[in-house]
């Protein structure tokens, strides 16, 4: 029989009403003949609510204790789901991470796969399942610890689940009835794209639009999976919601295609440093040690040929990361100045800024978005405070209280209401 991966998100499973909702799908999947693994996620809220009593259990908590702890919700729907899908007369299973196995790294916080072996799951499927219902976002590790994918990580399941399983189709039921030019909850002239390019969706999510894990669809495109975001509370057939998928099936060829944005990001400066080799080594080593994810990095070129205090030259160095991981950043800057492998003056943070990005194929062969995007932006009085491109990106890092605006004046700006 075809196998077909349908993921429910947060939202999606938020109550039992929800999940019974969300069953019926199932059941008409199993009624038009395939075999089913659906990928649940934590009830809406659950999840970030675990976080948070790890954290304020321990600030600089063990991430094998905080992995056992935010992998529960998922547990939870997974039970939940089965027994509702067995209510409705579909033959279901629920499944953890350790029992399928999913076999992962022991980077806690942020596993990745290493191996699905199917044998469990097949060998209930050949005795009559119809419905695995798998637990996302979590895994086992080599040492049979619980392990989790990151934040937004059941995606990455399904996606997972749909290359090793050979499905038909990896469908994520979320909140909204596809990818839009935008978040549709920044504006209302965010327009659903019927579908969108691996390339194109990888950037946005890696920008922040969260619709999907940034991992799930750099897996898609390594494994060719057909990926589809719909929504699950609406009425929904095989046109539905986007598609994700090659370049080459794709019509509109617009140069800037999205915006997205990321809000909770934090700019951090280190003050007068040696301007010295391996200076930017002796900085990003200790952080990438601490587990802080630098993203936008900016080094000014010396002030001054010589500085005595420092017997070299000196410069600033700035760079970003998400907030939530400023107290470990200042923590691995303060012990790397103690051990006297870096020296700076002053260590500067800014919490309060936000990255707005916009995307695009047609950027490879187009000059003038960064001028365009920078005009746009200084038209609304909005001060740019670093900026990072890349072939198909441009990222800018702002006030935080201007990113909606900064998300609305971009999207007007390329005219992304209208699909020509
Ligand atoms: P789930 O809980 O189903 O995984 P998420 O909250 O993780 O749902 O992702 C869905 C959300 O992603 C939407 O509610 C929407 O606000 C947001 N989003 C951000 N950018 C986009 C985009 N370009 N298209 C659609 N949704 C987006
Ligand atoms: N429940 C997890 C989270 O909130 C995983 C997911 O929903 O994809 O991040
Ligand atoms: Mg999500």
Not at 103 to 118: E, W
Not at 234 to 240: G, L, P, V
Not at 273 to 300: S, T
């Amino acid at each position: 029989m075809p196998i077909l991966v349908m993921k429910f998100g947060g939202t999606s499973v938020a109550d039992l009403e929800r999940i019974a909702n969300v069953a019926e799908k199932v059941r008409r999947e199993v009624e038009r003949g395939y075999h089913v693994i659906v990928i649940v996620s934590a009830m809406a809220g659950k999840t970030n609510e675990l976080v948070k009593w790890v954290n304020e259990t321990s600030a600089f908590y063990d991430a094998r204790e905080y992995d056992a702890v935010v992998s529960s919700g998922e547990n939870v729907t997974a039970g939940l789901m089965a027994l509702r899908l067995q209510e409705v007369g579909v033959p279901a299973r629920s499944w953890q991470g350790w029992q399928v196995p999913i076999n992962t790294t022991s980077q806690h916080g942020s596993a990745r796969f290493v191996s699905i072996p199917r044998a469990n799951i097949d060998a209930k499927f050949a005795e009559g399942m119809k419905v695995a219902v798998v637990a996302g976002f979590q895994g086992v590790s080599p040492e049979g610890r619980i392990t989790t994918l990151g934040r937004g990580g059941s995606d990455t399941t399904a996606v997972a689940f749909a290359a090793a399983f050979d499905a038909e189709r990896c469908d994520i039921y979320t909140d909204v009835d596809g990818i839009y030019t935008t978040d549709p909850r920044i504006t209302s002239k965010a327009r659903k794209l019927e579908k969108i390019s691996y390339e194109e969706m990888l950037e946005l999510a890696s920008l922040g639009a969260k619709v999907l894990q940034t991992r799930s669809v750099e897996l898609a495109m390594r494994y060719k999976v057909r990926l589809r975001v719909l929504s699950s509370f609406d009425e929904t057939d095989e046109t539905s919601g986007t598609l994700v998928c090659d370049e080459e099936e794709i019509m509109e060829s617009k140069v800037v295609s999205g915006v997205a944005h990321s809000r909770d990001e934090a700019k951090i400066t280190l003050f007068t440093i040696e301007d010295r080799p391996g200076i930017a080594a002796a900085i990003f080593g200790p952080l990438a040690e601490a587990g802080v994810n630098v993203d936008m990095i900016v080094q000014n070129i010396s002030e001054k040929d010589y500085d005595e205090a420092h017997a070299g030259a000196v410069t600033d160095m700035t760079f970003s990361c998400p907030v939530d991981q400023v107290a470990r950043a200042k923590k691995a800057m303060e012990e790397a100045k103690a051990a006297g492998k870096i020296n700076y003056d002053e260590l500067i943070i800014d919490t309060d800024v936000s990255k707005v990005s916009v995307v695009g194929i047609g950027m490879r062969s187009h000059a003038g978005v960064a001028a365009k995007m920078f005009k746009a932006l200084s038209g609304e009085n909005i001060n740019i405070k670093v900026i990072s491109t890349s072939e198909i990106k441009i990222s800018v890092l702002i006030d935080r209280k201007y990113m909606e605006l900064a998300v609305q004046t971009l999207h007007d700006a390329f005219a992304l209401d209208s699909a020509v």
